[in-house]
């Protein structure tokens, strides 16, 4: 099958293309693995959607990550972020980089909305209905208040500038789950109680706004966080009467709860997967210390984080000597 893409700038459609996935399905029918069939399905779609007909030669992609697979840290958004990155240097949608010049993508420059916009289409391969949420991220960087509106509105992404630095307890239950799986769980709920679930979806719509004006504030004060920190466990128990939490997560919210050590709520699709923590400030490190013990015993692996990080970056030379002076963890 021949790469279809010779258009530059060419932007996708809103849904996947049937004929292109009719196309693909031959090729994808021999893997058992829904994480590798969907890891499968967005490379090879992405490819023949931004990829010349005429590309020269046979090519090798090689893809690492520092993500686990499935834990609700957006793996699978940043894998499509990089291969709509990539197809999209390919196929000349992306305009070079150099090592020499300032020439990165800023996070509304044309080039980043176009890995954004792709990005979601490779998102749709792995999970069929995603936010967008994830790859947003992925591609512009930082926090964003997103909002994703029917199916004939745009959605709304609202950069948050300035946004106050919070500390994060990161932890991984390393309980693999679907994505897709979930989302279908609570799409089934939905429609069989509209109007309940239609309540506990508008909650958590007004929650995301209250904590969007909350960290906006320059200086988020003792008050603030507190208001912070409660918002984040009303928004953890919404989504627990949805039913996608998980025993483990509960339980690494127990023990953050007996430790007051913060507020605990999963993350992601949960299922399993991840549960990130805001810290209280002035925790006692032998505090903190204790509750890491606690979780690793439990079979449980965490991690301090911050807030916010950098987006999408494309580094490119034709000068392969260049590569073999500098360690490849300098480049992202």
Known sequence: MAPKSDTPHVLPPKNLDPELISDLGPLLSA????????????????FVSLCPRSTPGGLTFTMRSTLPIGAGLGSSASMSVCLASAFGYIGGHIKEATFYRDSKITNDSDECNFIDKWSFMGEKCIHGNPSGIDNAVASHGGAVMFQRRGNSLPSVR???RNLPPMNL?????????????????????VADYPKSTAHILDAMEDIAREAYNLMLRPFLNANGKDELLKLIRINHGLLVSLGVSHPNLERIKLNCDELHVGETKLTGAGGGGCAITLLRDGIKPEVLTELENRLEK???????????????????????????????????
């Open 169 to 189: 307890l990161l932890t991984n239950t390393k309980t693999p789950r679907r994505t897709a799986t979930l989302v279908a769980n609570v799409s089934k709920l």
């Open 31 to 46: 893997i058992d693995s829904p994480l590798h069939y969907g890891a499968a399905y967005a490379f090879l779609y992405l």
């Open 298 to 332: 439990l079979g449980f692996e965490s991690f301090k984080a911050t807030l916010g990080g950098k987006g999408v970056g494309l580094l490119t030379t034709n000068d392969s000597a260049l590569f073999k002076k500098h360690d490849g963890e300098e480049f992202y």
């Open 158 to 160: 609202t950069a948050m």
